[in-house]
């Protein structure tokens, strides 16, 4: 805590204070862990294996939405930070302490939680999956990896002289390769610029199997992914291992961007970023390949 020293005269004001006068709500972390993964079978040894963009979802085990595919995350513990409840969620589910996690919204709407009112602070989480065992926590029956696709169509667009509204709608499937289950949400984007200052809101329009508002939850984690790649490559090294191809770094940045990426340009964007090794991948049926891990010089600064 802080070095603040209370008067005497704030202390007896605390003292009379009664802070169950006010309804406070329930305080949640939801999770967006996201992984760059193979595909569950490969078409050609020869060739390099597919990736996909994966997220990680749970199935609930009990009421509400028993049955229902959600993220990962939990109520705060009495006397934790929001960030510490993430970090705790994080390893019960995937045995991991280190990851990129990084704060990116709060969900409060009155009737996002049929128990009651809960606010949720979600968090963004960046794996190397294949290095990982999951483990489903107490409330899901299930944990298991879906495949991403995200789909946008422009609704409406109109623009003033000192007014603008965008809406866009997204469409998101989530399939899991070994089963075959298939989800789906479809989320409505408002952008309003009223003077040009941005306002923006969500709205579900279609839920096919999945918890709560966690359509919305993982669509704005989506974004703030993409985004954030925009300005800032190094996001995309927290989904690699320690050693790592280049080709297997642009694929990862071309899954977030929904881009493909000229090689050259790839590799002089990222060039600061990586050091040559003296190793090469073995085993793999294919050409053996060069194999990078960071310039921490560049990371840690």
């Known amino acids: 805590m802080s070095c603040y020293r209370m008067s005497e005269e704030e202390k007896k004001y605390l003292e009379r204070y009664d802070i169950s006068e006010y309804e406070r709500p329930s305080v949640a972390t939801d999770m967006a862990i996201f992984s760059v993964m193979e595909a569950a079978e490969a078409e050609n040894f020869r060739k390099l ?12 085990e009990e009421y509400p939405y028993k049955g229902s595919w959600a993220l990962p995350g939990g109520f705060c513990r009495p006397g934790e930070d929001v960030a510490e409840t993430a970090r705790r969620e994080l390893f019960e589910e995937t045995s991991l302490e280190n990851a990129y996690l990084s704060l990116f919204g709060s969900f409060g709407e009155a009737d996002r939680d049929p128990r009651g009112w809960v606010i949720s602070n979600a968090f963004l989480a960046l794996i190397d999956a294949e290095r990982y065992q999951l483990s489903a926590g107490t409330d899901a029956k299930e944990a298991a990896w879906f495949t991403v696709e995200v789909e946008a169509s422009e609704v409406k667009k109109e623009v003033k002289e000192n007014y603008a509204e965008i809406e866009t709608e997204y469409r998101l499937t ?26 923006v809101s969500y709205t579900i329009t279609e839920n096919n199997g999945l918890a709560f508002d966690h359509a919305k939850i993982i669509l704005r984690a989506w974004q703030y992914l993409r985004k954030t790649l925009e300005h800032d490559p190094r996001i995309v090294f927290d989904l690699m291992p320690e050693l790592f191809t ?4 642009q694929n990862a940045m071309e ?16 060039a600061d ?22 310039n921490l010089n560049a990371f840690y600064k």
């Open 49 to 60: 294996p597919k990736k996909s963009l994966k997220l990680l979802l749970v199935c609930r």
């Open 273 to 294: 970023y990586v050091v040559e090794t003296d190793k090469v991948t073995e085993g793999k049926g294919h050409r053996p390949a060069k194999l990078f891990m960071r």
């Open 174 to 199: 989530f399939r899991q390769e070994e089963t075959g289950t298939l989800l789906s949400a479809k989320v409505a984007e408002r952008k309003t610029f009223c003077d040009y200052h941005e306002g």
């Open 246 to 249: 280049l080709n297997r770094l």
């Open 255 to 270: 899954l977030i961007s929904g881009q493909e990426l000229l090689t050259a340009n790839f590799r002089r964007k990222i």
